[in-house]
């Protein structure tokens, strides 16, 4: 029975950590538009066109459990685009407190900025780089210094996934601060949302999808106070998304780089 439980906690701390790879922190200064091999359908996709050459540089910010090979697809259509792009991985593989790591993201986007001479970058998150994103934007200057803000997939609200270790004998989530700040009704995503949950003249966007495995509900992935939101399905109801596919799909693609060329957003639904 003892074994059982264990084998049962271990496949839920999986679920939770392995799928929402992210990305590394690449001490890499965002290159100027490289040659990259993307899928066919991504220069040709309706609705947006490629960067101006005074684009903001972007930043792929990650989540748990970040290694950079699971954001080189999206970072490599960010650049066949004409976008300076670079990967942040959250310090301590974003297991620590979210906090802690939106300062770590300040210092990085400083950098950045000094870096390129860009006034402001583009931030595209993924999973739990959403939230350290926005709590640097509303906490700690960030306001001043972001353009857009797109999410994919970050649980906004919090997700079931992170309190359900607390069944599963593992207790707060195993002791994980990220994880138990992500729970829903925890007391940082209070903070996080209460007030304006948008704040400054940052552009705010979401993205989500009806199959993402580790939001639920899918719908905490999203912000009030003028925010854009898009639900893949809303335009594409056969389309099948998970929460990692969320950096690798096409049709995903579409709809981020409509976003930040202030496009009209109209996803493709054939992208591949």
């Known amino acids: ?9 271990t496949g839920v701390v999986a679920a939770l950590l392995v799928p929402a790879t992210a990305a590394q922190a690449a001490d890499r200064t965002p290159a100027s538009a490289a040659t990259s091999t993307v899928a066919p359908s991504a220069a040709a996709d309706s609705g947006a ?26 970072a490599a259509r960010l650049r066949a685009d004409g976008y300076r792009v670079s990967i942040y991985q959250l310090p301590n593989l974003g297991f620590g407190d979210i906090r802690e790591s939106a300062k770590a993201l300040s210092s990085y986007v400083d950098q950045v900025r000094a870096t390129t001479g860009a006034a402001k970058v583009d931030l595209v998150t993924h999973s739990e780089g959403g939230l350290v994103s926005r709590w640097y934007v509303k906490f700690l200057g960030g306001a001043t210094k ?24 593992l207790g707060s989530c195993a002791g994980i601060p990220a994880c138990q700040q992500m729970s829903i009704g925890s007391s940082f995503l209070g903070d996080l949302n209460s007030g304006d949950g948008t704040p400054g003249t940052v552009r705010w966007s979401t993205i989500r999808t009806w199959q ?45 780089r409509q976003v930040l060329a202030d496009a009209a957003i109209r996803p493709n639904c054939f992208a591949l």
């Open 1 to 9: 029975m003892l074994l059982r439980t264990i084998l049962a906690a």
């Open 49 to 74: 066109a490629l960067a101006a050459a005074d684009a903001n540089p972007v930043i792929v910010v990650g989540g748990l459990i970040g290694v950079s090979i699971a954001y080189e697809p999206i």
């Open 146 to 169: 972001v353009d857009h803000y797109l999410s994919l997939g970050s649980p906004q609200y919090g997700t079931y996934v992170a309190n359900i270790l607390k069944f599963v004998g």
């Open 212 to 256: 993402d495995e580790l939001v639920r509900p899918v719908d905490n992935a999203v912000l009030g106070d003028g925010a854009s939101n898009v639900l893949i399905q809303s335009w594409c109801p056969l389309r099948v998304v998970g929460h990692l596919g969320l950096v690798l799909d096409g049709t995903t693609y579409s709809a981020v």
